[in-house]
Structures are given as C-alpha cells and as structure tokens.
C-alpha cells in the first residue's frame, strides 16, 4: 500500500521518498540506514516506467547520456559506500536535515521548472558532469528530492523543455539507484521482505498512476506533501536529539 502511494505521489508531484522513508522507519522499525538502504532498492519500479515512458523524447537530450553515466554511477558508489562508512548514530543525526532538504526542494519545485523553462545553457558540460557526480553521491548516500536536484541542475547545460530533461533524468536516477543498491544489497543492508512490499506496491501504483493523478491538483498535492516532509524533519530531529 506504501509503496503504491508512494509511487502515484511521484507520479503526480513527486516527494514519494518521504512517505516511503518514514514508514520503514516508524511503521515497520528499521534503523535509519537499513531504511534507506531497503528505500533506494524500492525505488527500481518508478524509475524504470518514467525511463520507457519518456524513450520518446531522446531525440533531442538523448546525447547527454554518454557523458553522464560514468559520474553518475561513480557518484552513486561514493555515496553509497559514505552511507556505508556512517554510523548509525551519526546518520540518525543526519537524516532530519536531508529530509527539510528534500521537502525544502519539493516546495521550490516549480521555480525549478521555471529555470528549466527558461532555457539557454549557462555552464559548460564539463561542469554540468561535475554537478551530476555530486547530486548522484547525494542520491547514493540519501535519495529523496535527487530527481528535482537533477532538473536543476540540468536546466544550467542542458537545452531542452521539462519532458525533453525528464527524458535522460530517469535513466539517470534509475542508475543511481541501480548502483547503489547493488552496494547496500552486497553489504547486507537491505531487509528483502520490506523491500518486496514497497516493490510490489510500486508497481501497482505506477499502473495506476497516470488515471488516479488526473483526479489530484498537482500543486496542492505538492504543498501537501512538502508540509508533511517538513513536518517529518521535526519528527525525527526531536527522535534524533531529544534527551
């Protein structure tokens, strides 16, 4: 069921992490790290139909790819194994603060599409590769707002409308999460029963996506969602440092 509403709030605003996280952690009980660990896993189904549902649109964003995925899937392995190397204390002290981060990015989301509707490059692609190496050692490391990240930053070199940068985002974002999760599954870090459940929600919820979105207003369903993600920031910041 989590994952199934988590995938349609991808679907139509995007933030799905921050249902998906919370619930692995407070609904099921799993230490944050193996939460975030069984979360990137789970993220395969989204990013896999955003992928062919946007095949259409290569024609014009398409060539980015080639520079693109070296740094992208080194950027997930860095992240990845930088979650490896934190410790479970540290990491719980760490996690209310990329949560108000990717809320903080869901709320600006449409300034976002707002640069990306701009156009006109600003940087040239050599720096647009470095600032993909970081977003994915953020995806790799943590993951909820990374998909926002990437417009962002893709609205700086990238020409192309936000369909045309969605294109290569989730072929990008489904490396990051490929790779990592080859990392975390490896490492033993991710718990397979939680994981199939999201998994399979998912899959049910990207089917059905594209009809339920049509009955939500997208933006309020992102207000919505940021204010919850920031509300969450509150939870575990007080479950993190509350003596």
């Not at 969605?166 to 490492?187: D, E, G, H, M, P």
Request: hydrophobic letters at 55%.
């Amino acid at each position: 069921m989590v994952g199934a509403v988590a995938s349609g709030i991808n679907a139509v605003a995007g933030g799905g992490s921050l249902i998906s996280f919370p619930y692995l952690t407070f609904g099921i009980g799993l230490p944050e790290r193996i939460a975030n660990a069984t979360n990137s896993v789970s993220l395969f189904p989204g990013s896999l139909a955003g992928g062919f549902g946007f095949k259409n649109l290569f024609q014009k964003t398409g060539h980015y790819l080639r520079a693109l995925l070296l740094p992208t899937a080194i950027g997930s392995v860095a992240g990845s194994l930088l979650l490896l190397n934190t410790s479970d204390a540290v990491f719980k002290e760490v996690i209310p603060f990329l949560i108000f981060l990717a809320a903080l990015l869901l709320l600006f989301q449409p300034k976002v599409k707002a640069l990306v509707g701009k156009g006109g490059r600003t940087l040239p692609v050599w720096a647009g590769v470095l600032l993909q190496f970081l977003v994915s050692v953020y995806g790799g490391y943590f993951g909820a707002g990374m998909g926002i990240m990437m417009l962002g930053c893709f609205a700086l070199y990238i020409e192309g409308n936000v369909h045309e940068l969605n294109a290569i985002k989730n072929w990008l974002s489904l490396l990051v999460n490929f790779t990592c999760s080859i990392v975390f599954v490896f490492k033993g870090l991710v718990m397979p029963t939680p994981a199939l459940w999201v998994i399979l929600g998912s899959l049910v919820g990207g089917f059905f996506a594209a009809r339920i979105s049509q009955r939500f207003d997208p933006n309020r369903l992102r207000l919505v969602i940021a204010i919850y993600g920031l509300g969450m920031s509150a939870y575990f910041a007080w479950h993190a440092f509350a003596k």
